[in-house]
């Protein structure tokens, strides 16, 4: 079975890496739906990333609270942020929708994700994985 | 400490793998809100809940097969039948429009009929087939993979 995260972006822990494969997945359905012209799939992307990244974080939190992860606070905090923005973005999206300029926010979001994804990757996800496996949690 | 919350997690169906008991409970969460969705006949509620549970059941069956592919899980076919025709029974609920009556009757479903216990409600029948899968199946895995070191 494969997935869509990036090499470089893995962190070696199959669900975190699987599940980051899902939130690639969902910018790449963001993309196709500005080319295709399908506003609506928008929609349906903002919904399904709410619940994912729910499901995502407090998973991710469970195996720090598990390891006493000392950096859990400012990994935590990246979360919320991301949620609080999730919901900004469902926000903005319902203004503008039915307006012409609905691409321009769609791509801006899609640039968005991708930028916030990998960044948290690189400079959280990858950082934790290392710390479970040392705890000798089985991942 | 996290995971000894709800009665479905309970030790006899908490399988020590952390992400696995997490999703679950998560499981067990959604079957909760179905139940009082249907009990209320909130159609648009009850719809939107159905596909979290089929979008959610679905993510969740990807990490367990992901393993089980990694990891060379002998029983790696016969499981992942099973999730399909939990799936399936889903897929079959959510074009009912809501409608509280028709969801709760895919209890008399196939996927269902082994089931000792038969309760005629799809919200009750689900959870008591999670809780089935999880000792007769996700059980297997659990131990599988803590052997190897993966959960």
């Known amino acids: 079975m494969k997935h869509l995260t990036p090499t470089e972006l893995l962190t070696g822990i199959l669900w975190q890496d699987l599940q980051h494969g899902v939130f690639f997945g969902k910018i790449a359905e963001v993309r196709q739906a500005v080319q295709t012209g399908k506003a609506e799939v928008i929609t349906g992307v903002l919904a399904a990333l709410e619940t994912y990244a729910l499901d995502h974080f407090t998973l991710e939190e469970a195996y720090m609270l598990q390891t006493d992860y000392p950096e859990s606070k400012g990994h935590q905090a990246e979360h919320q942020r991301f949620e609080e923005l999730v919901l900004a973005a469902k926000s903005e999206w319902r203004a503008i929708q039915g307006k012409q300029d609905w691409r321009e926010v769609a791509e801006d979001l899609s640039a968005f994700l991708e930028f916030w994804l990998k960044r948290h990757i690189c400079h959280r996800d990858q950082v934790l994985a290392p710390y479970i496996q040392r705890a000798s949690l089985p991942v | ?151």
């Open chain 2, 1 to 151: 400490m996290l995971f000894q919350g709800p009665a479905e997690t309970q030790p006899g169906l908490r399988t020590g793998v952390i992400w696995q008991d997490h999703h679950h409970q998560t499981l067990f969460e959604y079957f909760k809100k179905l139940d009082k969705a249907c009990r209320a006949g909130d159609a648009a509620q009850i719809t939107h809940l159905l596909e979290e549970v089929l979008n959610f059941a679905r993510g969740h069956f990807e990490v367990e097969e992901l393993y089980m592919a990694e990891m060379g899980f002998q029983e790696f076919d016969a499981h992942k039948r099973v999730h399909e025709g939990f799936l399936k029974v889903l897929a079959k609920a959510i074009p009912l429009h809501g409608d509280a009556a028709k969801v709760q009757s895919l209890a008399s479903d196939k996927l269902f009929q082994e089931l000792q216990e038969a309760p005629t409600d799809l919200s009750a029948i689900m959870r008591i087939w999670l809780q089935r899968h999880i000792q007769q199946h996700d059980a297997v895995l659990a131990a599988f993979l803590l052997r190897h070191d993966r959960g």
